[in-house]
């Protein structure tokens, strides 16, 4: 139990476009969602936290409008790199946390569950 | 800002022996944390959790050890084998279900 997913595992674009990311939490409900970015041998980086919903929330220098993020069901949010510049390739990951109810989740509900990650690569 | 050409600190150990990674977290308000493993290229996979008001807790071959009085986290792994080698990442939430991640150990497992 408590699979995310991630949809692409790995996306080359040019310098310039938008590239849209699915986290999505297979066998249960998450009310909330996080996404995190990592770069080479470094931690992971909170970016945003993900409400089912509602606005996400951003971490302090992220910017809202370059990094996208849409809750729109309980178990799918997408985050949208827009206009994506060579310094955005990054490994980007999502969280889910069981909202309690629902689907068969986890044995938590502070719990984050990780997906695969993404990994972004502009060109 | 993000560092360049950070390396992660390194534990290496025999195959067989045990394994003993440790983290120290910030916010003494801090009330759960977890240990994940991560393979490179994979997203943090959960191994096992504490809450605050726990000092050690136990799972299928591994042990978390909370001591609150230093901010120490510890995760030992007995018997470590191939399959755990992986960079190790400690989590501490801290409040509005936010968690912060430590800087992460890469375990080594020798033949």
């Known amino acids: 139990g408590a699979v995310v997913s991630q949809h692409p595992s790995r996306v080359i674009c040019k310098s310039g476009t938008s590239v849209k990311i699915e986290c999505r939490s297979l066998d249960f409900q998450a009310t909330t969602m996080f996404w995190y970015r990592q770069f080479p041998k470094q931690s992971l980086m909170l970016m945003a936290t993900s409400n089912e919903g509602s606005k996400a929330t951003y971490e302090q220098g992220v910017e809202k409008d370059k990094f996208l993020i849409n809750h729109a069901s309980l178990t799918l949010s997408t985050l949208t790199v827009t206009s994506a510049h060579p310094e955005d390739s990054s490994f980007y990951i999502c969280?889910?946390?069981?909202?309690?109810?629902?689907?068969?989740?986890?044995?938590?509900?502070?719990?984050?569950?990780f997906g695969p990650g993404t990994r972004l690569t502009v060109l | 800002g993000e560092s360049v050409g950070l390396h992660l600190p390194t534990l290496s150990v025999q195959e067989g022996d045990n394994s003993i990674i440790n983290c120290a977290y910030s916010n003494s308000a801090s009330d759960y944390f977890i240990w994940y493993k991560q393979e490179s290229g994979k997203g943090p996979q959960f191994i096992i959790d504490?809450?605050?008001?726990?000092d050690k807790r136990q799972g299928q071959r591994v042990t978390v050890l909370l001591n609150k009085t230093v901010k120490h986290l510890s995760l030992q792994i007995a018997a470590t084998q191939p399959g755990d080698s992986a960079v190790y990442f400690c989590a501490e939430n801290v409040g509005t279900y936010k968690y912060i991640f430590g800087t992460g150990t890469r375990l080594k497992v020798l033949a």
């Open positions: 504490i809450r605050s008001n726990m």
């Open positions: 969280s889910a946390k069981w909202s309690g109810r629902g689907l068969a989740g986890g044995t938590s509900t502070d719990t984050q569950y």
